[in-house]
């Protein structure tokens, strides 16, 4: 099974910070690696797929990037609507799945 | 409007068992693939299970096999988990999401369903 790894597992920023948040895969997934945020009490929302585009109606401070083992999930300028747990998540073995365990942003 | 609705959660023992639907709308069901996903107290995203969309191929992860089923009722828009043997580890909300073929994303997710199991 393709193990995902999240780091860090929390941080704090102040707003209008440049957030970034790296997704490590145990093995190669391509491209196909997706990013989620998901607030307390609420189901995740997808916010970048494929590694790098943009989810309908999701702000453009949001970017992702990488390929392989290696991606970033980059907030250009944090608010405060931003405070939230990110997930990444790879399809590369669909239709079996693997989430990373979790990135906390707080202000 | 896409809508997923997730119900049949709630207080079981262990050993247990419980049926828990997802009602789709706004959408043509029978086109996707769908997906059963859990999230334990204060944990992160475990994928549970899959169904392709005419229900040919079931997939299901190592911790849940041979004690939940996944299916689906296309005519009533309608997928479904039946979870049995439960266990204190299968404490989590379940969401239903739809994955989309071609960008293999989860773009839609419902409000999640309780299931908790006491000893």
């Known amino acids: 099974d393709i193990q995902m790894i999240q780091s860090p597992s929390s941080l704090s920023a102040s707003v209008g910070d440049r957030v970034t948040i790296t997704c490590r895969s145990s093995?190669?997934?391509?491209?196909?690696l997706n990013w989620y945020q998901q607030k307390p009490g609420k189901a995740p929302k997808v916010l970048i797929y494929?590694?790098?585009n943009l989810q309908d109606g999701v702000p453009s401070r949001f970017s992702g990037s990488g390929s392989g083992t290696n991606f970033t999930l980059t907030i250009s300028s944090l608010q405060p609507e931003d405070c939230a747990t990110y997930y990444c998540?790879?399809?590369?073995?669909?239709?079996?799945?693997?989430f990373g365990q979790g990135t906390k942003v707080e202000i | 409007e896409v809508q997923l609705v997730e119900s049949g959660g709630g207080l079981v023992k262990s050993g247990g068992s419980l049926r828990l639907s997802c009602a789709a709308s706004?959408?043509?069901?029978?086109?996707?693939?769908m997906n059963w996903v859990r999230q334990a107290p204060g944990k992160g995203l475990e994928w549970v299970s899959s169904?392709?969309?005419?229900?040919?191929?079931?997939y299901y992860a190592d911790s849940v096999k041979g004690r939940f089923t996944i299916s689906r009722d296309n005519g009533k828009n309608t997928l479904i988990l039946q979870v049995n043997s439960l266990r204190a580890e299968d404490t989590a909300v379940y969401y239903c999401?739809?994955?989309?073929?071609?960008?293999?994303?989860?773009?839609?997710w419902g409000q999640g369903t309780q299931v908790t199991v006491s000893s």
């Open positions: 169904i392709s969309s005419g229900s040919d191929y079931k």
């Open positions: 706004g959408f043509n069901f029978g086109g996707f693939s």
């Open positions: 999401a739809r994955v989309v073929a071609t960008t293999r994303v989860f773009d839609y």
């Open positions: 494929s590694t790098s």
């Open positions: 998540h790879q399809s590369y073995t669909t239709p079996r799945y693997t």
């Open positions: 093995q190669s997934i391509s491209l196909w």
